[in-house]
């Protein structure tokens, strides 16, 4: 079972929970990181997609700490030692949304004396997929989620100023290499107003492409750095009033282009829309 946090507020980076301080990291929590040993916490399921594909990832990518992995309950004899940090898969909810829909995160945390997990230190935090959602839809893209992480936490090191800064806005501003990248989106994830190249580009004037997953992939493994691709998370039809988050992440430097999301409507269903477009191209 994943660990589950309550968050307060819509953040990608240093989580705030529920019933708990403000916990954003501290420049002391990232020097602390780099001298643990990092566990990666495995899915109870032997055969999930995401315990054969961190294990690939995590031999081809990092490079921060010693690293080793270990079991769910492993994990809650040893949360509480700061000597180690964690990388696992977490349960999400956000009480300001008011609804009760759940996402699954990969998330990078810092162990803590007596601390519950909503209290940890949180390094860095992604979304991965909505809850009931099969990993197997994001398991593919893990090798530039966890090179995302393992940067971000560099940044964080070499600027601290950042740490307490509206780290969205800091990523946003990559917008404007965007036209010099080719976007590769795959249909099931534009919403029906944007689900053509030709209704795409009345909004997008850059390079696009539609392509199938296993296109995602190969150009991930390629680390292609004329590729940027669309990384969507949203309930896929399990769930009316959710989340839908928006992220473009490059092939090559796992850098975020684009980051956004909005709560599922008639009017904004689950996938990338219209406005989206344009803000991408507005820069």
């Given at each position: 079972?994943?660990?589950?946090?309550?968050?307060?507020?819509?953040?990608?980076?240093?989580?705030?929970?529920?019933?708990?301080?403000?916990?954003?990291?501290?420049?002391?929590?990232?020097?602390?990181?780099?001298?643990?040993?990092?566990?990666?916490?495995?899915?109870?399921?032997?055969?999930?997609?995401?315990?054969?594909?961190?294990?690939?990832?995590?031999?081809?990518?990092?490079?921060?700490?010693?690293?080793?992995?270990?079991?769910?309950?492993?994990?809650?004899d040893k949360k509480s030692d700061s000597s180690y940090s964690f990388l696992l898969s977490?349960?999400?909810?956000?009480?300001?949304?008011?609804?009760?829909?759940?996402?699954?995160?990969?998330?990078?945390?810092?162990?803590?004396?007596?601390?519950?997990?909503?209290?940890?230190?949180?390094?860095?935090?992604?979304?991965?997929?909505?809850?009931?959602?099969?990993?197997?839809?994001?398991?593919?893209?893990?090798?530039?989620?966890?090179?995302?992480?393992?940067?971000?936490?560099?940044?964080?090191?070499?600027?601290?100023?950042?740490?307490?800064?509206?780290?969205?806005?800091?990523?946003?501003?990559?917008?404007?290499?965007?036209?010099?990248?080719?976007?590769?989106?795959?249909?099931?994830?534009?919403?029906?107003?944007?689900?053509?190249?030709?209704?795409?580009?009345?909004?997008?004037?850059?390079?696009?492409?539609?392509?199938?997953?296993?296109?995602?992939?190969?150009?991930?493994?390629?680390?292609?750095?004329?590729?940027?691709?669309?990384?969507?998370?949203?309930?896929?039809?399990?769930?009316?009033?959710?989340?839908?988050?928006?992220?473009?992440?490059?092939?090559?430097?796992?850098?975020?282009?684009?980051?956004?999301?909005?709560?599922?409507?008639?009017?904004?269903?689950?996938?990338?829309?219209?406005?989206?477009?344009?803000?991408?191209?507005?820069?």
């Amino acid at each position: 079972m994943k660990r589950t946090i309550s968050v307060l507020m819509g953040m990608l980076l240093g989580l705030v929970v529920t019933n708990a301080k403000e916990h954003l990291p501290t420049e002391k929590d990232y020097q602390t990181f780099l001298k643990s040993k990092t566990l990666v916490v495995m899915d109870n399921n032997p055969m999930s997609d995401f315990n054969f594909k961190i294990k690939e990832v995590m031999k081809n990518v990092w490079t921060l700490t010693e690293y080793d992995f270990i079991t769910e309950q492993e994990f809650e004899d040893k949360k509480s030692d700061s000597s180690y940090s964690f990388l696992l898969s977490t349960t999400v909810t956000f009480s300001v949304d008011k609804t009760k829909a759940r996402y699954t995160f990969l998330s990078l945390l810092l162990g803590e004396s007596e601390s519950a997990v909503r209290d940890m230190p949180d390094l860095c935090s992604i979304p991965l997929s909505y809850l009931r959602v099969e990993d197997d839809s994001y398991a593919y893209k893990m090798d530039a989620f966890v090179r995302f992480i393992q940067d971000h936490v560099n940044l964080m090191v070499a600027q601290p100023n950042l740490i307490k800064s509206n780290v969205f806005k800091h990523y946003n501003k990559n917008i404007q290499s965007l036209k010099n990248k080719t976007l590769l989106l795959v249909k099931d994830d534009l919403s029906s107003d944007v689900n053509t190249q030709q209704k795409i580009q009345k909004s997008y004037p850059y390079d696009i492409k539609i392509v199938t997953q296993e296109e995602v992939e190969t150009a991930i493994e390629a680390k292609d750095p004329n590729i940027v691709f669309l990384h969507k998370v949203g309930p896929e039809g399990t769930k009316y009033k959710a989340r839908c988050y928006k992220i473009l992440i490059g092939a090559a430097d796992s850098r975020f282009y684009y980051f956004d999301y909005h709560m599922v409507s008639k009017k904004k269903p689950d996938g990338l829309l219209e406005s989206d477009l344009k803000r991408m191209s507005s820069k």
